[in-house]
């Protein structure tokens, strides 16, 4: 019996493009990907990748969205938002380094020059979820400092920053050494040892 093929939505189609990139990324890099090889994977002839998305730089934006909506998907904050700060930001930050090594083309795809440099939107998209994930880290270390748990004297947007260069600074080893190790508990074990840092000492 002939088996009907089925055709898929434009948005399945786009969707599945668009989770191909950011997969093939993690493999290649995204500045070796083409729409050729785009195409090869997902199936279709270039033509169809054009159909779907009228230049290369739509097909990165449309990768930058999805990147995101998978970054505030990654911890759910009606869950979070029921314990205290400090184990709010550490959370955050753990979910944050296990998405990154779930999905290993993030590094890539934000430290590539060549991409941003040809993309105005992508570079201000991203620039624009790390700003808010800033001012969320900062929002817990300044509660943490009311309460007196974090020392009075830390600027609360100093200690998202550092904590955001830890991340960025940790993905990157990671990217560098091949994967060589596991981020997360990497990622734990220097956490820590920054919101050490960051406590009152008790007298």
């Keep these: 019996m002939k088996q009907v093929r089925t055709r898929k939505s434009a948005e399945a189609r786009k969707a599945e493009i668009v989770d191909a ?16 090889k785009m195409a090869q994977e997902v199936g279709i002839s270039q033509a169809g990748i054009f159909r779907h998305f009228p230049t290369k730089g739509d097909i990165w934006e449309a990768v930058a969205q999805r990147v995101g909506e998978i970054l505030q998907s990654a911890s759910p904050l009606e869950e979070i938002e029921k314990v205290r700060p400090y184990d709010q930001l550490r959370q955050l930050v753990i979910d944050h380094l296990g998405f990154i090594q779930l999905t290993p083309a993030i590094p890539d795809i934000l430290f590539s020059r060549e991409l941003h440099s040809e993309n105005e939107k992508i570079r201000a998209f991203f620039a624009g979820l790390m700003g808010k994930r800033q001012r969320n880290f900062s929002r817990l270390i300044s509660a943490e400092i ?58």
Excluded: C, H
């Excluded at 990139?21 to 050729?36: F, K, N, S, W, Y």
């Design 21 to 36: 990139v950011i997969r093939m990324a993690g493999d290649i890099g995204p500045d070796r990907l083409t729409t050729e």
């Design 146 to 203: 009311s309460t007196g748990y974090f020392k009075p004297t830390l600027n609360s947007d100093d200690g998202a920053y550092l904590i955001l260069s830890l991340i960025q600074g940790l993905a990157m080893r990671w990217s560098l050494s091949a994967r060589s190790f596991d981020l997360v508990t990497e990622g734990e074990r220097l956490l820590d040892l920054q919101l050490d840092g960051f406590k009152k000492q008790s007298s």
